[in-house]
Each structure stands twice: as structure tokens, then as C-alpha cells.
């Protein structure tokens, strides 16, 4: 059911705005997927400490074989 919060003047009802729920208003805060990747990738490259395996060194092999230019 349609919750009305007022009328337009002329007694039609308009509908009441629909917010966003808090995991909507959340994930829409975060950086897409590809720069979330991008600074986990630079973050285990700069420490070995941090490196996550196998998951790195799939990237690492991608990147070697493809390097920038």
C-alpha cells in the first residue's frame, strides 16, 4: 500500500518519497569494486606482510605477463 503525505492542491494525493533503506545508503559510500581492488592489490604489493595468497599472486601473474606500458 502507497503511503500519501499530502495533495497536489486540487485534492489528488501525491505519494509520500521512498528513502533509501541504510544498506542502499551504504554500499553507495563505498568505492566501486574496481578501485576497492586496485588499493588492496597496491597495499599487498608495497608489504609482504599483507599479501593474501592465492589471490595475489593470480594478479601478480596477470600483471606480469600483461605489464603496463
Known amino acids: 500500500m502507497t503511503d500519501f503525505i499530502d ?7 501525491i505519494a509520500a518519497p ?3 533503506t541504510y544498506d542502499v545508503e551504504r554500499s ?3 568505492p566501486n569494486l ?3 581492488l586496485d588499493m588492496l592489490w597496491h597495499a599487498m604489493d608495497a ?5 593474501l595468497e592465492p589471490f595475489y599472486s593470480t594478479i ?3 600483471k606480469d605477463k600483461y605489464p603496463k606500458d
Open 28 to 30: 553507495m559510500e563505498y
Open 18 to 20: 521512498i528513502l533509501p
Open 60 to 62: 601478480k601473474a596477470t
Open 7 to 13: 495533495s497536489d492542491g486540487n485534492g489528488n494525493p
Open 47 to 51: 608489504d609482504p606482510s599483507k599479501r
Open 34 to 36: 574496481t578501485e576497492q
